[in-house]
């Protein structure tokens, strides 16, 4: 085990960020494009939902069909399968030996949002890839019907309500890194001005921000579905975007939320070009 360890840290320091070399490095920066690009249309399609304008589904698999009906779009969500399952592997490099500019607990703390970053990115490289070789389409598999699934096994309360915890304990977390922004921590911002650097630290907090509201809804769906003992209480992406949509706040709460994802989606764009873990 030692071996493989030593010549990764090799590998990652002979390049500019703990990508193990400079062919994951590009199509991991590549991959963050792609996901910004993701979020920027489910943030377009829960603005549809918001002002009642029937669409795809405000979830990645929606936004996946919208990019591969566009010109080019197919070509396009092929490359940024690859560069996320790139990003993927970026960041378990970087949970394995990455991250050398902090320590102890802040390390620790980096090195495992860096792997629930590997899992989130391959969960989209998975639907993307389904997509285009014809495995899904908006609406299949959905969440209640997974829930059901579960529900059906023995122990299957109980195993949903720990993917419901799991889900809220990561949307706490992006709380608390959108909060406290330790996102910069992860960028290399030395060369650019400090009204740039302020704008990335903005738009990253209010995406990360956005995403832990949405992901701990859905989370709270996913544990009612288990408190209840019944699938139809569980719901993705799209479910809790217009659980939100529905609340007192109603449509404006469900826009401020799609501004999120959209700052979310721009701050990728500037991650890519800045990460350095």
Do not use: N
């Given at each position: 085990?030692?071996?493989?360890?030593?010549?990764?840290?090799?590998?990652?320091?002979?390049?500019?960020?703990?990508?193990?070399?400079?062919?994951?490095?590009?199509?991991?920066?590549?991959?963050?494009?792609?996901y910004?690009?993701?979020?920027?249309?489910?943030?377009?399609?829960?603005?549809?939902?918001?002002?009642?304008?029937?669409?795809?589904?405000?979830?990645?698999?929606?936004?996946?069909?919208?990019?591969?009906?566009?010109?080019?779009?197919?070509?396009?969500?092929?490359?940024?399968?690859?560069?996320?399952?790139?990003?993927a592997?970026?960041?378990?490099?970087?949970?394995?030996?990455?991250?050398?500019?902090?320590?102890?607990?802040?390390?620790?703390?980096?090195?495992?949002?860096?792997?629930?970053?590997?899992?989130?990115?391959?969960?989209?490289?998975?639907?993307?890839?389904?997509?285009?070789?014809?495995?899904?389409?908006?609406?299949?598999?959905?969440?209640?019907?997974?829930?059901?699934?579960?529900?059906?096994?023995?122990?299957?309360?109980?195993?949903?309500g720990?993917?419901?915890?799991?889900?809220?304990?990561?949307?706490?977390?992006?709380?608390?890194?959108?909060?406290?922004?330790?996102?910069?921590?992860d960028?290399?911002?030395?060369?650019?001005?400090?009204?740039?650097?302020h704008?990335?630290?903005?738009?990253?907090?209010?995406g990360?921000?956005?995403?832990?509201?949405?992901?701990?809804?859905?989370?709270?769906?996913?544990?009612?579905?288990?408190?209840?003992?019944?699938?139809?209480?569980?719901?993705?992406?799209?479910?809790?975007?217009?659980?939100?949509?529905?609340?007192?706040?109603?449509?404006?709460?469900?826009?401020?939320?799609?501004?999120?994802?959209?700052?979310?989606?721009?701050?990728?764009?500037?991650d890519?070009?800045?990460?350095?873990?």
């Open positions: 085990m030692a071996r493989p360890l030593t010549r990764l840290r090799r590998l990652v320091r002979r390049g500019h960020s703990d990508a193990p070399g400079r062919v994951v490095d590009v199509l991991g920066r590549i991959g963050l494009v792609g910004g690009a993701v979020h920027l249309v489910v943030a377009w399609l829960a603005l549809q939902v918001a002002f009642g304008v029937p669409d795809a589904p405000p979830d990645a698999v929606g936004a996946v069909g919208t990019i591969a009906a566009t010109p080019g779009g197919v070509l396009a969500l092929g490359l940024a399968a690859v560069g996320l399952l790139a990003f592997l970026w960041q378990v490099s970087a949970a394995a030996v990455g991250f050398r500019w902090v320590h102890g607990g802040e390390r620790m703390r980096k090195r495992v949002g860096a792997i629930a970053k590997s899992i989130a990115v391959t969960a989209l490289a998975v639907i993307v890839i389904d997509y285009l070789a014809g495995l899904s389409s908006p609406g299949s598999g959905t969440i209640q019907q997974t829930a059901a699934q579960v529900l059906a096994l023995p122990a299957g309360r109980v195993l949903l720990v993917a419901a915890a799991v889900l809220i304990g990561m949307a706490a977390a992006m709380t608390y890194t959108g909060v406290r922004r330790t996102f910069m921590g960028l290399d911002t030395r060369g650019l001005s400090p009204g740039v650097r704008t990335i630290e903005v738009v990253g907090a209010a990360h921000l956005a995403r832990a509201l949405a992901i701990g809804v859905v989370g709270g769906l996913i544990g009612a579905a288990a408190l209840f003992a019944d699938p139809a209480w569980a719901g993705g992406l799209d479910t809790a975007l217009r659980a939100l949509g529905s609340t007192v706040a109603g449509a404006w709460l469900l826009v401020v939320v799609a501004a999120g994802f959209a700052a979310f989606g721009l701050f990728c764009v500037a890519a070009a800045t990460r350095r873990a």
